[in-house]
T-cell receptor
Framework: NAGVMQNPRHLVRRRGQEARLRCSPM?????VYWYRQLPEEGLKFMVY????????ESGMPKERFSAEFPKEGPSILRIQQVVRGDSAAYFC???????????FGPGTRLLVL | AQTVTQSQPEMSVQEAETVTLSCTYD???????LFWYKQPPSRQMILVIR??????QNATENRFSVNFQKAAKSFSLKISDSQLGDAAMYFC?????????FGAGTILRVKS
């Protein structure tokens, strides 16, 4: 059973460009979570999605950030008009049901030049 | 709001010895879960152990065990017979199903 997959593993963008981060949950998992880790810090919750629905986006900035988890395909975290402060590691996690353990992907390291 | 505090930025342990990492949390919710995750230099987040708040018995996974004190809102991790491969950043986390709230982490160094 493959684990949580994230791609790309590393992404470099110039200020003002768009970043698209993809996450494929573990087989049988319909709950996806996105977290951001700034250098030397712990992970911060951004958004929680189930298939086609955003359940909790309380940790996601109101502007430039959006997330989706379509019926078919991976979950996407999209950052428009990136700024240097967006440079971080973005982790996706999945679980089979609410209150089940979240299993993490390897992360995407975003660097904004 | 929920908070998780790890008061030890860094800890060291001799190989084969035992070390305890501290964690306290604050929440007003009655139904929640607690976790310890390990992040080695690869930065992959690896689950170490999970504790349900409604369970009085402390969780154990091989060399890893927790001391869960619900009234004190304390959740420490004990690593027995420490190995070089245990060297990593350790994060304590609180969860309610919607999200995990992480502490700032403790760097564990293992000396040979």
């Amino acid at each position: 059973n493959a684990g949580v997959m994230q791609n790309p593993r590393h992404l470099v963008r110039r200020r003002g460009q768009e970043a698209r981060l993809r996450c494929s949950p573990m087989k049988g998992h319909s709950h996806v979570y996105w977290y951001r880790q700034l250098p030397e810090e712990g992970l911060k919750f951004m958004v929680y999605l189930q298939k086609e629905n955003i359940i909790d986006e309380s940790g996601m900035p109101k502007e430039r950030f959006s997330a989706e988890f379509p019926k078919e395909g991976p979950s996407i975290l999209r950052i428009q008009q990136v700024v240097r402060g967006d440079s971080a590691a973005y982790f996706c996690a999945s679980s089979p049901d609410i209150q089940e353990t979240q299993y993490f992907g390897p992360g995407t390291r975003l660097l904004v030049l | 709001a929920q908070t998780v505090t790890q008061s030890q930025p860094e800890m060291s342990v001799q190989e084969a010895e035992t070390v305890t990492l501290s964690c306290t949390y604050d929440t007003s919710e009655s139904d929640y879960y607690l976790f310890w995750y390990k992040q080695p230099p690869s930065r992959q987040m690896i689950l170490v152990i999970r504790q349900e708040a409604y369970k009085q018995q402390n969780a154990t996974e091989n060399r890893f065990s927790v001391n869960f004190q619900k009234a004190a809102k304390s959740f420490s991790l004990k690593i027995s017979d420490s190995q070089l491969g245990d060297a990593a950043m350790y994060f304590c986390a609180w969860g309610n199903g919607n999200k995990l709230v992480f502490g700032a982490g403790t760097i564990l160094r293992v000396k040979s």
